[in-house]
Nanobody, 124 residues
Framework: QVQLVESGGGLVQAGGSLRLSCAVS????????MGWFRQVPGKEREFVAA????????AYANSVKGRFTISRGNVKNTVYLEMNSLKAEDTAVYYC?????????????????WGQGTQVTVSS
């Protein structure tokens, strides 16, 4: 069994920063991409950022490019999302996910495992 657990969500003022973490546990997995997605009520879950297994390849949604940074920890079953210059429109539930095939790491349908989500609320 594979579990993903997000942490680090909370309330932050506009213009502030927040760091999300995701840890993968359970069955051993190798060479998988990881991504962050977010969802607000009434809207489809959308891509935020993704990173390759090596950490050398990253991708970002245009809406967060230049403000968010995705990275892998020294322990490869962890991934982080550093969020800076936060805006009210960044408010959402943020999910991390694992893509075993990694053919297209920005496409939600390619992801195999999902975390439970962590709430990020940006006040203005």
């Amino acid at each position: 069994q594979v579990q993903l657990v997000e942490s680090g969500g909370g309330l932050v003022q506009a213009g502030g920063s927040l760091r999300l973490s995701c840890a993968v546990s359970g069955r051993t997995l190798r060479s998988y991409a990881m991504g962050w997605f977010r969802q607000v009520p009434g809207k489809e879950r959308e891509f935020v950022a993704a990173i390759s297994w090596s950490g050398t390849s990253t991708a970002y949604a245009n809406s967060v490019k230049g403000r968010f940074t995705i990275s892998r920890g020294n322990v490869k079953n962890t991934v982080y999302l550093e969020m800076n210059s936060l805006k009210a429109e960044d408010t959402a539930v943020y999910y991390c996910a694992v893509d075993l095939v990694a053919a297209d790491i920005v496409t939600i349908t390619g992801y195999d495992y999902w975390g439970q989500g962590t709430q990020v609320t940006v006040s203005s």
